[in-house]
């Protein structure tokens, strides 16, 4: 289950680079500093090159530090936004509820699949309403 994020440390669907940032100066043969925005005055702006990744200019893959909130140590905490559809996997000895959720700051190609109960236990808010019934049915109707 989703929870409290580091950069490095993400979800393998989750969008792993922020920026983009400017390179000020090489430094060195494989190590760039970069122009960092003040919020991020606690990292260090020199980066290995192959932690760097080029901007292609595709504006989709800027993500920025504002939308993110961005605390102290580096970290945010990933907040569900809807529950896009539901499934049940079916294991030798019992049946697992899968719900797909969305998340915040994150695109539909992005949502994962999460256990029910955990994610019911985190977010009780989004199962009050019944809603998750609607959206099932209505990607039901869709495919057909």
């Not at 940032?21 to 430094?27: G, Q, T």
Request: with cysteine; hydrophobic share 40%; glycine share 6%.
């Amino acid at each position: 289950m989703k929870g409290v994020m580091r950069f490095g440390k993400e979800g393998k669907l989750s969008s792993r680079f922020i920026g983009p940032y400017r390179i000020s100066k090489r430094v060195g043969n494989v190590a760039y500093q970069l122009e960092l925005p003040q919020k991020l005055a606690v990292v260090h702006p020199v980066f290995h090159i192959s932690i760097l990744k080029k901007f292609m200019g595709d504006p989709s893959l800027i993500i920025p530090t504002e939308d993110i909130g961005i605390k102290d140590k580096l970290s945010y905490e990933e907040i569900p936004v809807q529950i896009l559809d539901r499934q049940v996997d079916k294991l030798r000895t019992k049946e697992v509820a899968l719900v797909k959720v969305l998340w915040r700051n994150q695109s539909v190609k992005e949502a994962t699949w999460e256990p029910e109960e955990d994610m019911k236990k985190s977010y009780p808010h989004l199962f009050e309403t019944g809603e998750i019934l609607d959206q099932c049915t209505n990607s039901l109707l869709s495919t057909l």
